[in-house]
């Protein structure tokens, strides 16, 4: 009669370690038992073991940072000479988010079932992408695990960094724009309807700029409620086809792209984090072909994928990278000329590695400017619009003075 395999469960557990301090975490086992036993092995003393209830599991979302501070610590570890189990004992325990802890558990598990570390990361490609599972996989084949976990997590903490900084850039102008919004409707419901019941006693003809506000003000107010809702069905629809549909991504890719003053910062953190995908995983060992499977999604540009898709497909039948970079037409003649030497000298990870060193160093000192450009751009924005407004309620006061 065969006996149905346990599932394994989330368990939260406390105790107290070989120097009396007390700590916690979380294990995947298939009962209590099993959890004490393992703990116990690990020097902990167990005072306390109960079943995560499902409802609350991973609660807190996993982000891409909690990741790249995974790879970091785990390097750091098996740099040290730290077994690899007893290592993501160690993160786990470390880690302040308790959905990491259980997917540190569930990986960890894995591996003690006889997985590769590569194939218990690629059970979960939410956290794990396609590029880091293909990265520890050739470190795995070529033994060099530490090296590369170490090269990976620089990687991931330089994406970051960039990716920060776009983000920042955008950021405060939309905020602004969003706030100077939400100012002028306020305007317009409460105060402009103010105005135009002293303008009516008046009995004289109001100016052109004092009637088009408040013609503004009484559509504000009559239809604020369809306003608000179209305004906000339209963000979301917006968002959910940009999402979903690879014609309106690969429209905006190209619009962001195009853009006057943040099309050319958003290309060169692109071509930053191209360059510096396609350094790290040639330089862990990964195959040119294989290597470029994987650089265009991390690029975050539809019109870099579908490049390198085309780039990928001219280098399987054995045209030369630079070549085929060229044919692209997106890369500057500056990124072509370092893949080039690269190729010469057999050392195209550090040229692709100083090419995304030296467009990190461009959208650092591009993000600066744009920020002291904006500034002043936004207030003069802010005038025109808040102050047109004031101008347009006083100028029949200011009539009504003259005439007086």
């Known amino acids: 009669m065969a006996i149905a395999a346990t599932k394994d469960s989330t368990f939260l557990w406390e105790g107290t370690d070989k120097k009396g301090k007390k700590i916690k975490g979380q294990m995947l086992a298939g009962g209590q038992a099993q959890v004490s036993a393992q703990l116990r092995r690990q020097g902990i003393t167990v005072t306390k ?7 609350f599991a991973r609660t807190k979302k996993i982000t891409d940072k909690d990741v790249t501070l995974f790879t970091r610590q785990l390097a750091t570890m098996m740099k040290a000479g730290v077994p690899l189990l007893q290592s993501f004992d ?48 050739a470190a795995e084949q070529a033994g060099i695990l530490d090296a590369v976990l170490d090269r990976l997590a620089t990687y991931q903490e330089k994406i ?76 979301y629809a917006f968002f959910q086809a940009w999402k979903r549909s690879p014609k309106m991504k690969m429209f905006m890719d190209r619009l962001f792209l195009r853009l006057p003053i943040f099309g050319p910062v ?78 010469e000298s057999g050392s195209l990870d550090s040229m692709l590695g100083k090419v995304a060193d030296f467009y990190e160093q461009e959208v650092d000192d591009a993000v600066e400017n744009l920020s002291s450009l904006m500034e002043p751009l936004i207030m003069v924005v802010l005038g ?21």
């Open 49 to 55: 073991v109960r079943k995560q209830n499902a409802l």
């Open 90 to 137: 160690i993160v786990a325990r470390s880690h302040n988010n308790p959905s990491m802890q259980t997917l540190l558990a569930e990986v960890k598990a894995d591996i003690e079932k006889g997985s590769s570390m590569s194939q218990a990361f690629s059970r979960h490609p939410m956290q794990f992408n396609t590029l880091y599972c293909n990265l520890v996989h």
């Open 384 to 404: 025109v619009l808040i102050g047109g407004l004031v101008i347009a309620m006083y100028l029949p006061i200011f009539k009504l003075g003259s005439v007086v």
């Open 160 to 235: 970051l960094a960039i990716k920060s900084k776009i983000k920042s850039a955008l950021t405060y102008p939309t905020a602004v724009l969003v706030v100077a919004f939400i100012v002028t409707a306020v305007i317009m419901i409460f105060v402009v309807p103010s105005f135009k019941s002293l303008f009516t006693s008046f009995g004289a003809d109001l100016p052109a700029p004092t009637l088009v506000v408040i013609a503004i003000s009484n559509f504000f107010v009559a239809y604020w409620w369809a306003i608000f809702g179209a305004i906000g069905g339209g963000i």
């Open 266 to 343: 958003i290309e060169k953190a692109t071509i930053a984090r191209w360059t510096r995908t396609l350094s790290t995983m040639f330089a862990a060992g990964v195959p040119l072909v294989e290597a470029l499977d994987s650089v265009g999604g991390a690029a975050g540009n539809q019109v870099f994928v579908e490049a390198t898709q085309k780039i990928r497909g001219e280098v399987s039948v054995g045209t030369g990278l630079t070549v085929a970079m060229q044919n692209s037409g997106i890369f500057p003649t500056m990124v072509l000329q370092m893949a080039a030497i690269g190729e």
